[in-house]
């Protein structure tokens, strides 16, 4: 096969690239289909793929996620100025990227540097690093993946990038891992004049991702992106994001719950909304027998092993409380392999 | 902190960052020392990382190896045209990039593109691909990670590059997973004018690699490298690798191991070195208990669990009787995960 490299992609040329690439998504296509409903019986679900052991968002951390047993790929995405969905948490790209150092005139009069204002090929020239306070340079999580790296450069990637990565792995190993899309700042994107859920649509499509079957959950925090992607035909199953803050409260009573039901196949809730930060289960666990009847999957965020709330004595013990005294189906978690370990050594009890 | 990106790599220019790098090194320096010697009492390496699942000798990778628990990422290592040494197993560009079509006038009279004759930022520019038959393009390994993806692109990696992952990972971890370089094709390089095992050396100390303790071993197949070796003053571990030709029969006998133990820690023999084609232990098991007299560990090569030598039942079985019955002390695999369920799986028992 004939690869013919420019910049940061690869595009093939030869006929027989073709015969094979249109060979692979034949053979690809069935192997889209639930996945392995979990592999543990909960969804490890990899939050930016292994953040506690690699920079966030990079096709390293999703292969080492994907190399410590996780069910799901989570990326949050940001749209380009050429509409390309990228693995970005923040809007900005300073906290993760050296683009103060590379354009240093392309910063709004915020002083920051937005993700939507540069094209991919300008995105890819950034190195992405572990996350800083912008203005101080400090880590904040000084015990993960240090910045003192002078020759290994990490890239920023596309949703396209990761889903050939999890595909690709997917054939090779046999297992059916999913990817779990964020719609970051929707309403954002749109007075940007960007129809986000229109340009993910186009990328999920293309890579065969189209029934409620097919191992890939969108989530986001705007219940109008969720609406908005089933008005665009889209039967993929759909995650309602609830913050802890008050704006959310409204989505946690039955009210809430039974309107999310319409359009959405889970939440997934911060642990502030199942226990408080005392320690104390809120509200008698309303929130996911709620969900529970009304068949919706909870998927609480983000179990940070090394950022552990102060009621939880242990990560183990944190999991446990979630997924078995409480019923939670699967977490958001940093550290992947804390899940798996943890739901595998329970299996084996 | 600030980065600066150029071209593939990163260099910092804060004087904090300065500082942050040496505070690095102090913290990691204690960090070298035995791998967890080893995680299953095993060394499980991680041959070319995890090639049964992403292209070999990618960063990606041995990520995925890192997370499925090796306790050595093995790269072999050839030199570019000017003096860098890279992760690379042929001499040639041609089965693992797409060399031929970004410089298709750079080839040799035998329509082969050597690594040595490219510089550094030239290999950048290739894209790395599943290994295939030049001639044909066909995949080595069809089952293993397709070559169909258009947007996803692996890149060359150096040795520099994969220390620095590895020691990052291990310092987000609190592992201390190893690397196993491999000097390839020395006398070669040597003909070409190139001191490779001062190169290695150059890099490996810079990287605080100096002691036997430290978590490093260096193979080779040619004597003479691991002998130029010491001649430098390493004082690294280091491995001789045994071919399956009679070109080698010398080094496995009572004389030849005698010779070995001079310079080296152990050896890394073919597997057909101790079971025959036939299923057979040949010669009653003498090279591995001729290697432990004269206190070398043993590694034997290749487990690819989807190449399996038609005398092996399964992955397991032949695990089990090259680990436990023969008493190999690890083993390099293409699959690293089969290796570390094996024995994680044995140890619970």
Not at 216 to 233: K, T
């Amino acid at each position: 096969m004939e690869l013919k490299g420019n910049g940061h992609n690869a595009r093939y040329v030869s006929v027989k690239a073709m015969i094979i690439t249109i060979g692979f998504f034949v053979t690809a296509t069935p192997a889209l289909g639930e996945p392995e409903a979990y592999t543990y019986g909960k969804a490890v679900i990899a939050h930016r793929g292994a953040p506690g052991y690699l920079p966030e968002h990079t096709l390293e951390s999703y292969a080492m996620a994907y190399g410590q047993g996780a069910d799901y790929l989570e990326p949050d995405l940001m749209l380009t100025k050429d509409g390309v969905p990228i693995a970005l948490h923040d809007r900005t790209l300073n906290a993760t990227t050296n683009v103060a150092e590379v354009f240093p005139d392309r910063a709004r009069d915020d002083d920051r540097h937005y993700a939507i204002d540069f094209t991919l090929d300008e995105i890819k020239q950034l190195a992405v690093r572990e996350r800083v306070y912008p203005a101080s340079g400090e880590l904040v999580y000084p015990d993960r993946f240090p910045n003192t790296h002078e020759e290994l450069v990490f890239r920023v990637a596309t949703l396209a990038e990761l889903i050939e990565l999890v595909q690709g792995m997917n054939h090779a190993t046999g297992r059916n891992v999913g990817i779990y899309p964020e719609t970051k700042a929707s309403s954002w994107h749109a007075d940007q004049g960007y129809d986000f859920e229109r340009k993910l649509m186009d990328v999920l499509t293309e890579y065969g991702y189209e029934s409620a079957s097919d191992p890939v959950i969108v989530q986001s925090f705007e219940a109008e992106s969720l609406q908005r992607l089933r008005e665009l035909g889209c039967e993929l199953r759909l995650v309602q994001l609830i913050g802890g803050g008050p704006s959310a409260d409204p989505m946690v009573t039955p009210e809430g719950l039974d309107e999310i039901a319409e359009y959405a196949d889970g939440i997934g809730p911060s642990i502030s909304r199942i226990i408080d930060s005392a320690g104390e289960v809120v509200d008698d666990n309303a929130l996911i027998t709620g969900a529970h009847a009304r068949d919706l999957v909870v998927h609480p965020w983000t179990v940070r092993t090394d950022r552990l709330p102060d009621h939880a004595d242990s990560t183990e013990a944190l999991l446990e409380r979630l997924l078995f005294d409480l019923g939670a189906d699967g977490v958001f978690i940093d550290q992947p392999d804390a899940a798996v370990a943890f739901l595998r050594e329970r299996a084996e009890r």
